[in-house]
């Protein structure tokens, strides 16, 4: 699936995919609406729009509860470990957007996958 370069998101993807070439999907998702600004996925069967409407409502969901723990704290990542799949989400600062990576586990590793989100997860 094609995303568009030259953006915010778009250089997000670019980026990732730099480092972690294999990645199954790779997309910016707004959080109020849950809908992806732009993504990319090299999956014909994996649908970053499905993806995103049920991780912002895990995202919600992890908020509402740290909210009601009373913690000062916020969310910085989630991560989702499958039996073949490493998902991690990450908030952006502006708390507007999600940035989200999935990455086949038998290429890659979590502290990759976190290593290049943390590198090029800035700006939206």
Known sequence: MPYTKG??????????LSEIPDAIC????????????????????????????????????EQRAVSALHQKDSIKDIFITLDTQIHMLTLSKTGKAVYYIVADSQKTNLGMVRSTMRKFAKGI
């Open 7 to 16: 953006t915010l998101a778009g250089d997000f993807i670019e980026g990732v």
């Open 26 to 61: 790779v997309s910016v998702i707004n959080l109020s609406a849950g809908m992806s600004i732009d993504s990319y996925c090299s999956k014909p069967d994996f649908d970053p729009d499905v993806a995103a409407v049920h991780h912002t409502e895990v995202l919600k969901a």
